[in-house]
């Protein structure tokens, strides 16, 4: 059974640039959340895609944009990147009908904005 | 602005000790908390979680105890070895709307 899998791995940009990262939830998953993660910091929440459609957004710009397809994967879009953007991306994917709230992350992207 | 505090930063204990972490939290709005563990260069991996309505629960060698009067919550790691040097992180869930927030992070080191 694949986790939940991201591409690319590591990613070097630089300022003004456009960036897309994707994500393939685990198996049977149809929720797909993103997340940044600041070198020393938790992941912050950037937004939650459920049936294709935005449910839940975090406290980012509209810079960061993202997509989710009919199956169930996902794309996150960072325009006119900032030195600031640097850091690892995450994704989380869950189940919404499941008991278990449990979100399974990837390994994440690492983007280095120079 | 920080949704849940964690603390320490930074822990370093012998093996065989039991290193604590704690979490607090403001919004009572929060309904699940789970602690993650993450290696260098992986995502974040569940190691327990309790909802509030619990103060205690025990998987192996984690231990959350939960205060909802006092909204806190800690992780103990149990006869701790090398294996569990990690950074170790607490969340606070809104389950409607699956909403995670994350605590700093503590970077737990144990010795050999």
Known sequence: DA????????????????VTLRCSPKSGHDTVSWYQQALG???????????EEERQRGNFPDRFSGHQFPNYSSELNVNALLLGDSALYLCASSLVSALDETQYFGPGTRLLVL | QQQVKQSPQSLIVQKGGIPIINCAYENTAFDYFPWYQQFPGK???L?????????EKKEGRFTISFNKSAKQFSLHIMDSQPGDSATYF???VLLIGNQFYFGTGTSLTVIP
Request: hydrophobic residues 35%; aromatic residues 10%; charged residues 10%.
């Open chain 2, 43 to 45: 995502g974040p991996a």
């Open chain 2, 90 to 92: 607490c969340a606070a």
């Open chain 1, 3 to 18: 986790g939940v899998t991201q591409s690319p791995t590591h990613l070097i940009k630089t300022r003004g640039q456009q």
């Open chain 1, 41 to 51: 910091q938790g992941p912050q929440f950037i937004f939650q895609y459920y049936e």
């Open chain 2, 47 to 55: 190691l327990i979680a309790i909802r509030p309505d619990v103060s």
